[in-house]
């Protein structure tokens, strides 16, 4: 019902046309394809979008396989899951000390703190020696 298209090489002027606003013009990412080609993308997501809506169309496959938008958003979801963003998966938050460790529902701590930040903050250990982290999230 609420797809997400990533245009590639686009920017978010590439929606507009003319001539962008200040803010925009000064901090916005420089496109990659010309506005006539966004556009295009642009107005075939839309075209897409209003047939499943409308006619109930499902067989579009712009909006059921967005695989050239999931190859762009990718490597954002993963940042999102090894930080724990808890939009994708809210935190166990128990009273106990530790979280629950297998719980499907819930975020038991931050996967990259739990596999990175010991090793990073040890440096180089000596031969045999293992860090073992217990990351877990807690409400404050």
Same mark, same amino acid.
Request: charge should be positive.
């Given at each position: 019902m609420f797809p997400t298209v990533a245009l590639d090489g686009g920017s978010h002027m590439s929606f507009m046309s003319g001539t962008p606003p200040s803010a925009v013009l000064k901090r916005d990412l420089k496109p990659e394809i010309s506005e006539t080609a966004a556009h295009q993308q642009i107005a075939s997501a839309m075209s897409d979008f %209003?047939?499943? %809506?409308v006619h109930k &169309?499902? +067989? @579009?496959? @712009?909006? =059921? &396989?967005?695989g050239n938008s999931q190859k762009i958003l990718q490597p954002i979801l993963d940042a999102m899951k090894q930080e724990g963003f808890? @939009?994708?998966k809210p935190a166990c938050g128990a009273s106990a000390l530790v979280n629950p460790v297998n719980d499907p529902t819930? *975020?038991?701590g931050s996967p990259w703190s739990q596999s990175q930040t010991q090793n990073i903050m040890g440096? +180089?250990?000596? @031969?045999? =020696? +293992? *860090?073992v982290n217990d990351d877990n999230f807690h409400m404050v």
């Open positions: %209003i047939e499943v %809506i &169309d499902t +067989t @579009k496959p @712009k909006l =059921i &396989d967005t808890y @939009k994708l819930c *975020l038991h440096g +180089t250990l000596p @031969k045999g =020696i +293992t *860090l």
